[in-house]
């Protein structure tokens, strides 16, 4: 029988391309507030926004498999521009309503299922103009560990730290060719993430090759978090 996976935010960029990946295996339980690009044939959509209501969990299966959190933000800003209503909606939409969620599903949760998350490479390595998302990505981390501690063996929960991928998300600091350039240079790999990079982590994450993985926070990031190469 095929597992059943939550996916929160599958309409576009990173949730979009793991729903592709997981389709022929999975049955699939998308919620966003728009459809984007989505075909609802193959999956049940959930039109929902995770930072105004609390999901209706009638509409989902009885037990969860499986369950992908994408909904997060990019806002980059000098600290003294950085407002406090920044913070806090970062703080929102990256770790509350995450949290929210959470316990909303946690009752179908089933033995084995396996918990996916993304931060940033970010919280890792300092970066300038970061203080807010880094922040907010960095109570998810320390969360999730927790939270897989508190869970093991029943749950597995990990996170996944980009780098900068080209989704929606980060189409502002990626809006032109320099830029794009400038980006793909300061990684080791030379390229900018595709969302299907981290895509693949998310789906390896779910499945039962990575079984022996929980409480991990995993850089797929084009070395930028652990090499110096200049
Ligand atoms: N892209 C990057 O460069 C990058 C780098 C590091 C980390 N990340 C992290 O990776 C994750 C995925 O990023 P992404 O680039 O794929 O983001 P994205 O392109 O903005 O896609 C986010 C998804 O979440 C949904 N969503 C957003 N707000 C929502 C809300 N209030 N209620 C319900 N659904 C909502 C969106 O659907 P609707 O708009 O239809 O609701 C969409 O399907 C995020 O947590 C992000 O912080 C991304």
Known sequence: MKKNILVIGGSQGIGFSLINLLKNDYNLFVVSRTVQQLSTDDITHIQF???NED???ELLPESL??????PGSINLKPFKMMSLDTIEKDMQINFFAMVRLLKGVFSKLSNGSS???FSTVAVVSGMPYHTSVAAAKGAL???VKSFAAEHAPKIRANVIAP???DTPLSSRLLSSDKKRAQVAERHPLKKIGSPNDIAAMA???LGEESKWITGQVIGVDGGL???NIN
């Open 49 to 51: 926004d995770v930072l």
């Open 55 to 57: 999901l209706e969990t």
């Open 65 to 70: 498999d499986g369950f992908v959190y994408c």
């Open 115 to 117: 918990l996916v998350f």
């Open 141 to 143: 981390e320390g969360f």
């Open 163 to 165: 780098s900068l991928v």
């Open 203 to 205: 789906k390896f994450l």
């Open 225 to 227: 978090s652990t090499l």
